[in-house]
């Protein structure tokens, strides 16, 4: 540990979290953990140390069991089956976030970052789906906003797994996590205006139409500018529907789902500043 840290003195914290930053990328997240918590015994009464804690805690990397699938939190050594994603434009197209003319070299960065950064830092998490032992599919929330309480969720299952049950499974799941691991408000979904079955089918499990973003990105297949739908549940109507409720109901899943938690609007951070 840095010189700068065995003191009595308050830590800095934008120095503690950058030092953590780095650790956590050339020791581990174990070996984080175990700094901060030495950081705590010398400085037990002290609000950012715990927060820092609580955002290190395993619950945020832990695969995550829900009726017929599993969510393992996106890690390099998921790399070979998301450049095959990366590889199927048809496919990766329709789930945004995934650059254009993105390298292999590239992609191991962006896994390995997304895998060590702290939920509050990135605003996002990324999942490879499973069904036993087999990938089949990524979701994730980008764009999160905690003093909105909200988020983008984007998800694909891969042709064949695209199946009703499965589907079910992963929405309810990532929900759940948005709502109430992450305290969340509100799951907006941005889906191409080509792509209206997707639209129908979040329609299906809730989601509400909100708006039409005319010529709002640019599609280089089609040399033409699409439209984007927004598409959006909150965490109330998430709680009354049917449909998911029932999922919820009938499915097993892991204790994490259940465990309802609040954030600070700025979490990691002293205010809006």
């Known amino acids: 540990m840095s010189e700068a840290f065995e003191t009595t003195v308050a830590p800095d914290m934008p120095q503690v979290r950058d030092w953590l930053a780095r650790l956590r990328l050339?020791?581990?997240?174990?070996?984080?953990?175990?700094?901060?918590?030495?950081?705590?015994?010398?400085?037990?009464?002290?609000?950012?140390v715990q927060e820092l804690l609580d955002w290190h805690d395993a619950q945020w990397w832990q695969p995550l069991e829900f009726g017929g699938i599993r969510l393992e939190r996106r890690a390099p050594?998921?790399?070979?089956?998301?450049?095959?994603?990366?590889?199927?434009r048809d496919f990766s197209a329709k789930l945004k976030h995934i650059p254009e003319h993105l390298t292999a070299r590239d992609l191991l960065h962006i896994l390995t970052q997304d895998h060590t950064a702290l939920l509050p830092d990135s605003r996002s998490i990324q999942w490879v789906v499973f069904k036993g032992?087999?990938?089949?599919?990524?979701?994730?929330?980008?764009?999160?906003n905690f003093r909105n309480r909200t988020a983008e969720q984007i998800m694909g299952l891969l042709p064949g797994?695209?199946?009703?049950?499965?589907?079910?499974?992963?929405?309810?799941?990532?929900?759940?996590?948005?709502?109430?691991?992450?305290?969340?408000?509100?799951?907006?979904?941005?889906i191409?205006?080509?792509?209206?079955?997707?639209?129908?089918?979040?329609?299906?499990?809730?989601?509400?139409?909100?708006?039409?973003?005319?010529?709002?990105?640019?599609?280089?297949?089609?040399?033409?500018?699409?439209?984007?739908?927004?598409i959006a549940?909150?965490?109330?109507?998430?709680?009354?529907?049917?449909?998911?409720?029932?999922?919820?109901?009938r499915r097993p899943h892991d204790a994490l789902f259940e465990r309802q938690r609040e954030w600070p609007r700025y979490p990691l951070s002293s205010g809006p500043g």
């Open 26 to 48: 050339q020791q581990g997240l174990d070996a984080a953990r175990q700094a901060l918590h030495m950081l705590r015994l010398r400085h037990p009464g002290h609000a950012g």
């Open 77 to 88: 050594e998921h790399f070979e089956f998301v450049w095959s994603v990366v590889l199927n």
């Open 133 to 144: 032992d087999q990938p089949i599919g990524l979701a994730m929330f980008a764009n999160i």
């Open 161 to 190: 797994h695209d199946i009703s049950v499965l589907v079910g499974d992963v929405y309810c799941a990532t929900l759940m996590f948005a709502f109430h691991c992450l305290g969340l408000n509100k799951a907006v979904g941005l």
């Open 192 to 230: 191409y205006g080509s792509n209206q079955e997707v639209a129908e089918q979040q329609e299906r499990l809730g989601f509400e139409r909100e708006g039409l973003l005319r010529q709002a990105v640019w599609n280089d297949a089609q040399q033409s500018y699409e439209d984007l739908l927004q």
């Open 233 to 249: 549940l909150t965490r109330e109507k998430f709680e009354h529907n049917r449909v998911l409720q029932g999922i919820r109901r």
